[in-house]
């Protein structure tokens, strides 16, 4: 895979996140995202098989965490009842001291607002909207005033190669500058954790790897840990720590296998 | 598989989630087909009453005919933008699957006739409801006084062969409507406008306006010796000034509204209305002719009830431009209900990412809000400030000029918001994330 895109100097030390981790060992600072239990169903039709069956994972402050599994495997609906979007049918998912599962639509709302970020495939930048406006919109959805919110996105776009971009227009912008503004987006409110969905699905090899890899240097900068749903190997090996699913369940998790081969 | 057998088979596929535009979609055809057909009645039951080799200068039934004429004519244009606008609307909810379809290997001619196909079957089933609205409105409208005396049903009805025809005609409105709009789809498989940066309106629409404005106040003088028609005239001409003009202002206003905006909902709206300031006229233009209609409206309030040859005529003038203000009004806000369903269905990407992001619902009910309240005062400012210039002189006749029509405003701006409501339930359905 190509990794020498040029980082932006706001982001040093990239390389240490193209390998995977040595130990398992982790950043420890602020608190993990533990999901227990978790078992989703779409239905209540008995004889259709949960999207989820029994999902233990914690994502420790700083990580990057690629899911990994075939289609169907329940990687998605992992991404979205770990980011409160969905609330899972059992099990429990505690986030800086509350279980996301209890919150009510406007409380996960709120929680998703400003303590999680997003970077999908595509089309999450509204059309309408230049690229600054774009990054800023979540802070001000936060109530931050519209002058700030853009005068601090403005050192994520420049961080992120968008410097002199942030007038243009979703449309007016390649796919790789889409999804750096997504990043942009995604980081604008110091998030704790950034759930990617196939961020570097929609693009070519070459930029997709680029893309990936601020995206992991951005996260990192801030503190944040990422969860990435990918089918590509590829972008999983960049990540630290890789789980597989199969079926709604775990069946592989790299940092447990480490930690078996320490012990 | 042939196209048809091929778009039944979608049709029948259809999910739940994709119903209500199809059933908004009907309803224009439906109220854009009745209304035509109590236009076209009203006319050909006025002209029943003309005697024929009747003297056309000095037979009070003839006024009546020209009246009928100038009212449906009045009601022509917002009725037929309607059908487009449903038109437009099936094409909107129907572009990812043709999409889909153009990817997977479909012509574009297959494309085309699926797509004319769906605007077809909706205009055919939203034409014979229409019927259904024109023949349930009939025992009221023949009721109606006109020259002292009702019509009743016989008159009004127009007959099957001409109410089969008019739905011949908003079937064909749909077909062309829906081949315009599908352009785009069948020429890129990926079904992606690239959206640039909008392009600047010419502020020769200014001059133009301008222009008109100027003609109206130099010959305003002898307008009035003009008689009604020349007024109604004038009318006509500041409505077709208004509609140029109108995409401008709403540009102009909603780069105000951007620049200005602290909050997300300001910035939304404001920049919305820039993307597209025609969609946003559109979504106002039927309720600024419903302004200039209740402006004339507001004129008949101070005719005499009649004298001479002509006992009714005042009373008839007022009766007939309440129904023709009804007739648009209903037209205006199903406008309002249709363009603002387009406008979601093609935004159903960036609502639910929103949503995601954690964006609450209320938030962007608000920017909708904003984003139609916004265009619909610009529109009320320029049509009512028209409306004002005209009604000026005539408003020292009577005071009741200026109440009727602003009393027709208030009604014009809840039929608009009324509107909006109607697709709000879409919204919800696009930021529904379980």
Redesign the interface.
């Known amino acids: 895979m190509n990794t020498t895109t040029t980082m932006p100097a706001a982001y040093p030390g990239r390389g240490s996140h193209a390998e995977p981790a040595a130990t398992g060992q982790l950043t420890t600072t602020g608190s993990p995202l533990v999901a227990t239990g978790l078992v989703h169903r779409y239905t209540a039709r008995p004889d259709e098989a949960p999207a989820l069956r029994g999902v233990h994972l914690t994502v420790t402050p700083g990580e990057s965490l690629a899911v990994m599994g075939p289609s169907g495997s329940g990687k998605t609906t992992l991404l979205?009842v770990l980011?409160g979007?969905?609330?899972p049918t059992e099990g429990s998912v505690h986030w800086r001291g509350a279980d996301l599962t209890k919150l009510s639509d406007?409380e996960?709302?709120?929680?998703?607002?400003?303590d999680?970020?997003?970077v999908?495939q595509s089309?999450?930048?509204?059309?309408?909207?230049p690229a600054g406006?774009n990054a800023a919109?979540?802070l001000?959805?936060a109530g931050v005033?519209?002058a700030t919110a853009l005068a601090r996105t403005q050192p994520i776009l420049d961080a992120l190669g968008l410097t002199g971009l942030a007038d243009r227009?979703?449309?007016?912008l390649s796919g790789g500058q889409a999804q750096r503004v997504a990043i942009a987006?995604a980081l604008a409110a110091n998030p704790g954790v950034v759930f990617a969905d196939e961020p570097t699905g929609a693009l070519d090899r070459d930029t997709g790897a680029g893309v990936l890899g601020q995206l992991l240097a951005a996260t990192r900068a801030h503190g944040a840990a990422l969860v990435v749903v990918t089918h590509d190997s590829e972008v999983a090996g960049l990540c630290q720590r890789v789980v597989t699913m199969r079926d709604g369940a775990i069946v592989h998790d790299t940092a447990r296998a480490l930690q078996a081969v320490a012990r | 598989m042939t196209t048809v057998r091929l778009w039944w088979l979608l049709r029948r596929h259809e999910s739940a989630t994709t119903r209500l535009p199809g059933l908004l979609a009907v309803t224009a055809f439906a109220v854009a087909t009745g209304s035509l057909l109590v236009a076209l009645g009203g006319v050909l039951a006025f002209r029943a009453r003309v005697a024929p080799g009747a003297d056309p200068v000095h037979d009070p039934a003839y006024l009546y005919v020209v009246l009928a004429y100038i009212a449906a004519g009045l009601m022509a244009v917002p009725i037929l933008t309607l059908g487009g606008l449903a038109a437009r609307l099936t094409v909107a909810r129907r572009n990812a699957r043709l999409a889909n379809l153009r990817l997977a290997g479909a012509t574009s001619g297959q494309t085309l006739a699926m797509t004319l196909l769906e605007s077809a079957s909706q205009a055919l089933l939203g034409g014979v409801a229409g019927i259904g609205l024109y023949a349930a409105s009939l025992p009221l409208l023949a009721r109606i006084p006109f020259d002292g005396k009702p019509f009743g049903v016989a008159p009004l009805w127009v007959g099957w062969g001409l109410a089969l025809l008019v739905v011949l005609g908003v079937v064909a409105l749909a077909v062309v409507s829906g081949a315009v709009s599908l352009a785009a789809v069948v020429v890129t498989p990926l079904g992606v406008s690239a959206r640039t940066t909008p392009a600047k309106l010419s502020a020769l629409r200014l001059l133009v306006f301008v222009v008109v404005l100027i003609g109206w106040v130099v010959a305003s003088r002898g307008v009035f010796g003009g008689g009604i028609a020349v007024v109604i005239g004038f009318l006509v001409a500041m409505v077709a000034a208004i509609n140029v003009i109108g995409p401008w202002v709403m540009m102009l206003f909603g780069r105000a509204v951007a620049a200005t905006a602290s909050t997300p909902e300001r910035l939304l709206a404001g920049r919305r209305i820039v993307d597209d300031p025609r969609s946003a006229w559109r979504a106002s233009s039927t309720m600024g002719l419903t302004v200039m209609l209740a402006a004339l409206a507001a004129v008949t309030s101070v005719i005499p009830d009649g004298a001479g040859d002509y006992p009714y005529v005042g009373t008839d003038m007022r009766m007939g431009a309440l129904i023709t203000l009804a007739i648009v009004g209903l037209v205006a806000a199903t406008s309002a209900g249709v363009v603002h369903a387009s406008r979601v269905i093609d935004q159903r990407l960036g609502y639910r990412a929103l949503a995601l992001a954690g964006c609450p619902p209320e938030t962007l009910h608000r920017a909708r809000l904003l984003e139609v309240v916004a265009p619909l005062l610009a529109t009320f400012v320029l049509a009512g400030g028209v409306a004002s210039l005209i009604l000026l002189p005539i408003s020292m006749m009577g005071l009741q000029v200026l109440v009727y029509f602003f009393g027709a405003v208030v009604a014009t701006a809840f039929l608009s918001v009324l509107g909006l409501w109607a697709s709000r339930p879409l919204v919800t359905r696009a930021m529904a994330l379980a």
């Open positions: 979205h980011a979007v969905l609330r406007r996960r709302s709120r929680l998703r607002r400003s999680f970020g997003f999908f089309g999450q930048l509204l059309p309408e909207l406006e919109l979540p001000m959805l005033p519209r227009r979703p449309g007016e987006r």
